[in-house]
């Protein structure tokens, strides 16, 4: 069975740009199961409602879950991993010998996710979660940059955490809106405007970034170079 694992950000994302419907297509496409852990979810939905601000998001969200277009995913072994992993995760790198916190237990938790069902993706935008995965290196000289302070590796932590979530590959909400326009999935979105296709898209991509996605403006540019040309 195939399985796609999403953290809070990329669906917060999708939410508040009105374009958490592109999730049922996707997944028609994709014909597999899209999951997110009772942690994600409760970030999702239970904080939320509880504000004025985000009730009516957390509302579309739960719609989702009931229509089975997102999945909740549970076991006894999952919580366990993710404690595992948040433990590792939180003790990689030092400030004058104290451990920084980085990650937070639901994230940990899509990723433990992730290994325990072979995913063959974690939907995840936060920057430090995918540095921590992807380029531990850069994450440790952001840090520094972030804190004004020399930054420590605990050299045992980061390997044993680095060999855990080798192979997992990683997908940002800019990557699947940019899936959704390849496959015409935002056609209905496309109006007598100058460079209608070339706006749409880069509504879209500024839409999620400025909604938390880290995506960089060059890489903007570069995917809408891209696309438009196709």
Known sequence: MKV????TGPI???????????LKNLKEKYRGSFYITNSIRKELIERPLKTKKFKFEALQVLRGIRT?????YSSDELRKKTFHLLDLANRCFMVKGEYVRIVHFAEIS????????????????ERNT??????????QEILGRRLHTKVDVDKGSLNEFSKLVKGVKLIRSVELVTIAYEKGLLDKYI????????????????????????????????????????
């Open 68 to 72: 089975g277009v997102l999945e909740i």
């Open 191 to 230: 109006v007598d405007v100058p460079s209608p296709r070339k706006t749409l898209l880069e509504a879209v991509l500024w839409g999620v970034k400025l909604n938390g996605c880290s995506v960089s403006e060059r890489e903007i540019r570069d995917i809408v170079g891209i696309e438009v040309k196709r």
């Open 130 to 139: 995918r540095l921590l995965i992807e380029d531990p290196k850069k994450l």
């Open 110 to 125: 899509g990723i433990a996710a992730t290994l325990l069902n072979d995913a063959e993706a974690f939907v995840v935008d």
């Open 4 to 7: 796609i694992v999403f953290d």
């Open 12 to 22: 917060i994302s999708l939410t508040t740009n009105n374009l958490l419907g592109l």
